[in-house]
């Protein structure tokens, strides 16, 4: 069954303290990872897909990895407005319409 | 644009009483359309997916239904709310190809009371 799972649950950082993400999971044939931001209340924006092993991908003070077993969301710098749930999820090449979701690592970064 | 409208944000219904909840996109057409389910502290819960109008699959045995009556709208239905049912509810889409990222609404807070 396929599984993701993300850690840690929570994460607090001072501002300018950088850290990474990790999300690892069980797929039988990976099609995608995606990364989201969750601010409260709010549904997820998408952030980044990454397809292959050894992919990198940049926007702003985000950087998301991907190997065969995990996918890493480095934040480098980070600012309090980047405070906000970080969700992992997965498409498997036999399942083109279910991604399966991580729990989330809670991100808060203060001043 | 991949806009996704959902409403209401929040809804607070009696135990018994039937829902309907609403989800239409724009954009391209004849997108995946996928209503999912977030519990406190959890992943998301893929509900339902629909490929097509009319066309619904169910992913979890449930007391929950959807529809899907126009290429944009999605609509997410019970006839009797249980207290469980209570959770946040997004409706997403994709562009209705392989390898492409979901785009979701807002989300509806529902609490069955």
């Known amino acids: 069954e396929d599984q993701v799972t993300q850690s840690p649950e929570a994460l607090r950082l001072q501002e300018g303290e950088s850290s990474s993400l990790n999300c690892s999971y069980t797929v039988s044939g990976l099609r995608g990872l995606f990364w989201y931001r969750q601010d409260p209340g709010k549904g997820p924006e998408f952030l980044f897909t990454l397809y292959s092993a050894g992919e990198e991908k940049e926007k702003e003070r985000l950087k998301a990895t991907l190997t065969k077993k995990e996918s890493f969301l480095h934040i480098t710098a980070p600012k309090p407005e980047d405070s906000a749930t970080y969700l992992c999820a997965v498409q498997a090449k036999n399942n083109n319409n279910d991604m399966r979701f991580g729990a989330g690592t809670r991100l808060t970064v203060k001043p | ?113």
């Open chain 2, 1 to 113: 644009s991949q806009t996704i409208h959902q409403w209401p944000a929040t809804l607070v219904q009696p135990v018994g009483s039937p829902l309907s909840l609403e989800c239409t996109v724009e954009g391209t057409s004849n997108p995946n359309l996928y209503w999912y389910r977030q519990a406190a502290g959890r992943g998301l819960q893929l509900l339902f997916y629909s490929v097509g109008i009319g066309q619904i699959s169910s992913e979890v045995p449930q007391n929950l239904s959807a529809s899907r009556p126009q290429d944009r709208q999605f609509i997410l239905s019970s006839k009797k709310l249980l207290l469980s049912d209570s959770g946040f509810y997004l409706c997403a889409r994709d562009r209705g190809r392989y390898n492409t990222e979901a785009f979701f609404g807002q989300g509806t807070r529902l609490t069955v009371v």
